[in-house]
């Protein structure tokens, strides 16, 4: 849902679910040029606050599909976060585009021209093309990073560099501020069996932990199958028992093999 | 668009230009507990034969999700490429979503069942569980790989095991069959400079040659701001135009630049 107006932060959701959409710009990754070590960072920090990432997309730099993009992940998450496209030269269209996606007007920042012109200082001169990274849509809060140059806050989309250092930076600085939702608990099981082995009795305890998402991972090591088995749930209470059936179920499983 | 008969495959574009979107199914992505390893392999192996990867999405383990967004994908790219959800347990779904999504029927592959018999001959009992694994849509092609279970191919539709190993052996078996586009060309220039010196320049190049598209990638490196060029292009004439503007563009820029 949009909020009538289009810059004000999206509402909490009643049941203390809180969660979030990441929008990746960027050629270079779809060309496999550059690999991606964002995702895999934000996923982490939405975790640990209690955030569910629950969608990403990856566009190339393209206005009219970073636009098309954006409106479809901030109507549905509580929180869209994107990177890439924020720099001075004339491939980064990210902050137009999103001026865009919001229908709000888009110039020279005051503020961050001041951050831009105390940064460049004596290291490099003030012109139009570093200005560009200055443009930030009416209306939005900026994201100051101490290794980078801003980004921005605009609704409950948070706009955020490309680069890791600086997007990880920019997400250490936001994503504390958002306020969690109810922790999404885990706890793991490495069981020494392969998957097919335990799957129909794992089946059967998902079905009775209903408050449990029960994730079954195979891996082979040493030529052998095993499973990560890794249960998560918003109710201590319904992770301990789900945990509890588990382990109890592969001590049954190891009880009828053959010895090795 | 989706051709009338749903399972047949899409047509190749008339511009020479093939596409392809991957849709990534897994809640431990999301969670950040898997750091995703496919992303950039399909991105090249794509890249290598031509053809364009223009869309990610990455999406839970969630029947209605994986339906909407492969419906999606599948309707704009040439192509489409789905990792993980194909196993044994609860947790796998992506072949029954598949088939709801394409409004076909599935069942135990005789074919898949007789591979899974093979494979599992002397090392697993073949359980309701593990057989689970030989549920196939009706219509579909089997992707064999040597070291997995079998995947499929329906319509315009490459489903794929989530596990990197079998993941990267199913995308060598199936990306050379694909028939690719005119490849798309590169020529990469390491400048020397930030990008914020040479934008202004380079977005004149940019728009002196629109057969071109130029990314500009910032790094640093000991304390220095620099900067990669990539110049790409379905055309070696339009390629190296560019090319050559690039490094005079830089050749000029130094010349004016202060001993170090």
């Given amino acids: ?37 964002n995702i895999g960072f934000l996923a982490d920090a939405l975790t640990a606050v209690g955030i569910d990432l629950t969608e990403v997309r990856i566009v190339p730099d393209d206005t009219d599909r970073i ?29 137009d585009a999103i001026a865009a996606a ?8 005051p503020r961050a021209v001041a951050i831009l012109t105390a940064r460049l200082a004596g290291r490099a001169e003030i012109n139009e093309a570093r200005l560009r990274m200055a443009r930030i849509p009416f209306g939005a809060d900026l994201i100051v ?36 939702g109810r922790p999404m608990l885990s706890r793991s099981i490495d069981a020494k069996v392969g998957e097919g082995t335990i799957a129909t009795p794992l089946g059967a305890i998902q079905k009775a932990h209903p408050a449990t998402v029960i994730g079954s991972y ?27 059936a588990i382990e109890a179920m592969l001590a049954d499983i190891h009880s009828h093999m053959p010895a090795r």
Avoid: C
Avoid at 155 to 180: C, D, I, R, Y
């Fill in 1 to 37: 849902m949009i909020p009538d107006d289009p810059t004000s932060p999206a509402p909490r959701a009643d049941d203390g679910i809180v969660t979030a959409g990441f929008l990746v710009i960027g050629d270079e990754i779809l060309s496999g040029r550059t690999k991606d070590k």
């Fill in 102 to 109: 919001f229908g709000v007007g888009i110039d020279h920042d």
């Fill in 67 to 95: 636009v098309e993009a954006l409106n479809a992940l901030r109507a549905r998450w509580t929180h869209v976060f994107t990177s890439g496209g924020i720099g001075p030269t004339h491939d980064d269209i990210t902050s």
């Fill in 145 to 180: 990073p101490a290794n980078g140059m801003p980004g921005f806050t605009l609704g409950n989309v948070h706009v955020m560099a490309g680069v890791p250092s600086v997007f990880q930076a920019m997400v250490e600085q936001v994503v504390p501020t958002l306020g969690g």
């Fill in 218 to 244: 195979p891996y082979e090591r040493d030529g052998r199958y095993a499973t990560n088995l890794v249960v998560r749930s918003r109710s201590q209470e319904a992770l301990d028992a789900a945990h509890a």
